[in-house]
């Protein structure tokens, strides 16, 4: 590659996002270049090989709608694909749609910045690259930046340690180990199962206790397969049309206005369902703290039933926030392994971790001796890949300095100030609240719509308006101030990460919704931007 390599279009990550987002802008006729970490596509699901790593979104939903081909000829084999599985779905994807040739893999873009004179932006990457392009689009995932939280001690540890996004590809035997595992989000949960299966003694290390919902997952039904392969067409405007991308609405009543076995018996049918729908139960379970506490009650009677002592099933009760308002976790057999002798449930507020020592963890009331460690504990949420890059716009601004109080953007899309930039399910979308899918879709859909308009219009940049991104963030941040969800320290808010901003970065609006406003945008000469010849 010559230093001066000019394309149309860089992306960066190839993803979900990152694959359709070359697909599209290639069939636009442009010159694009993908320059992905990983040696591999599949992003989260190329990174994410965790033991019971699967989507909370079921398998037939959680794929690409863009190809009826595709569609008819993937055949998946369980209700909810497990990481192997997705990511041997977006191999086929990537080996069928030819993007591979595109693609510059093992390679992180460390820079960009904007060239005011030319219009555009000049990207560089640790792999020495330097290379410009008049769009530049980010698809670099929400949930791409693994955090591994600053224990003291942690580096004299004697045996291995792995984030569960940053799993090692051989995978890791367990086998007759003590295994400490900290965090009990979506990947502890998920994970904690399979390794008690394995491991000597599993110490689980929670802060929060979380909401739980069982997937029920099993072999898919070849009858129900074939049935949303005749009609996904309307299956799938459906979703798009919908509030969370997913096929189940929900149901718009108040848990409020039910009677008690009203309430009962649906709650029980959606957890005999199973997975994240189990929110969709009432529509008042989001805005009413009253209407949550009683779904919220709901599991913790669950927890209870399932947990045999009843001192691990309060520690296991989630009481200072409610349901849903951190994202809900889908499990197998979560609560029931804490009935195990081998598995030991350490409530780190009551006992916090002072150190981790060469052998083990160490509490204010113990130690607690390890051979490996697994650190279930999240990720610098939405903005965090995307600061990770040293992105400089119009007049050497740079988007960290912009951020520094929060993300700001026009409908999750752009941000002003960084012309020709485009975030795909950037921070102000609906992103990480819906079906990542539909999401992506919609917005490598726009953005492609978009660059096709302004290369035919003869335009060079399209910037986002301060004042249109100021009036959606405001909007923003009163729809999601109308929910529950502003009360819970989640990854939403970047509450877990020490000293960055509280902001609730994801839009509340929904999906539907959501997609209309980027249409009106679109259909009304991209209101609310300004375009430059
Ligand atoms: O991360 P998390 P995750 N000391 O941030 C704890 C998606 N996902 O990787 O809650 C002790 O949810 C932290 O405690 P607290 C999904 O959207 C989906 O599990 O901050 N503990 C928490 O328990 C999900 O929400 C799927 O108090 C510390 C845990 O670590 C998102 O990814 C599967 C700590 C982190 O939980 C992230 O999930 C997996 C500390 N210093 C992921 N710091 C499915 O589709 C953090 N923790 C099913």
Redesign the pocket.
């Known amino acids: 590659m010559t230093p001066q390599a000019r394309y149309d279009a860089v992306v960066v990550g190839a993803g979900f996002a990152g694959l359709y987002m070359l697909h599209r802008l290639r069939g636009l006729g442009l010159s694009v270049r993908v320059f992905e970490t990983g040696d591999g596509v599949g992003g989260t699901w190329y990174w ?1 090989r965790y033991p019971g ?5 079921e398998s037939m939903q959680y794929s690409y709608s863009f190809s009826p081909e595709l569609e008819q000829e993937w055949e998946w084999t369980e209700r909810y694909p497990s990481q192997p599985e997705i990511l041997r779905y977006l191999e086929h994807v990537a080996d069928r749609f030819d993007l591979r040739r595109d693609i510059r893999f093992g390679t992180r873009v460390t820079r960009a910045a904007y060239d005011e004179t030319e219009h555009v932006w000049r990207v560089e990457t640790d792999r020495g690259d330097r290379v410009a392009a008049r769009h530049l689009v980010t698809a670099v995932g929400c ?1 791409s930046a693994a955090r591994v ?1 600053d ?1 003291p001690g942690a580096a004299s540890f004697r045996g291995p340690s792995h984030h ?2 940053r799993w090692p590809h051989e995978g890791v035997d367990l086998t007759g180990l003590r295994v400490a595992v ?9 994970s904690i199962p399979i390794i008690a299966e394995q491991a000597a003694h599993v110490t689980v ?4 206790p ?1 909401y739980s919902v069982p997937a029920w997952n099993r072999p898919l039904e070849p009858e129900y397969q074939s049935w949303v392969k005749a009609n996904y067409p309307g299956l799938r405007r459906a979703m798009r049309e919908s509030h969370t991308g997913l096929l189940d609405p929900g149901n718009p009543g108040s848990a409020l206005e039910a009677g008690d076995e009203e309430r009962a018996r649906e709650f029980e049918a959606r957890w005999a369902k199973g997975g994240v729908t189990f929110l969709g139960a009432y529509g008042d379970i989001g805005i009413s703290s009253e209407a949550n506490e009683h779904a919220a009650e709901f599991v913790r009677a669950k927890i209870r039933e399932i947990v045999a002592d009843p001192e691990v099933a309060e520690k296991l009760s989630p009481r200072n926030h409610p349901l849903g308002t ?2 809900i ?2 499990d197998t057999g979560y609560y029931a392994t804490f009935n195990r002798p081998d598995v030991t449930l350490v409530d ?1 507020r009551e006992d916090p ?1 002072v150190e981790i020592t060469p052998t083990g963890v160490r509490t204010a009331a113990a130690e607690h001796p390890a051979d490996v460690i697994v650190y ?4 610098d ?1 939405m903005t965090g890949p995307l600061l990770a890059i040293d992105i400089t716009g119009k007049g050497g601004l740079s988007l960290r300095r912009k951020w520094e109080a929060g993300p700001r953007t026009y409908l999750g899309l752009m941000t002003a100030g960084f012309p020709n930039l485009f975030t795909v399910t950037g921070p102000g979308s609906p992103s ?1 609240l819906s079906n990542m899918i539909v999401s992506i879709e919609q917005h490598v859909e726009w953005i492609a719509d978009c660059v096709a308009r302004l290369r035919a219009g003869g335009v060079a940049a399209i910037d986002a308006d301060p004042l249109a991104e100021d009036a959606w963030m405001a909007h923003v941040n009163e729809i999601a101030g109308q929910t529950l969800f502003v009360r819970a ?1 989640s ?1 939403y808010l970047g ?2 990460i020490p000293g960055k901003p509280r902001v609730f970065m994801p839009y509340v609006g929904g999906v539907g919704v959501y997609r209309e406003k980027c249409d009106q945008v679109a259909a009304a000469g991209y209101e609310g931007f300004v375009l430059s010849s």
């Open positions: 994410n790593a699967r989507c909370d979104v949930l939280p224990f569960t996004g900290i965090g009990t989000g979506s990947s502890g949960i998920q290390f929670q802060r929060t979380n951190k994202r976790c889908v780190v971790i279930a504990t999240g990720y949420a990480v320290d990854w509450a877990n």
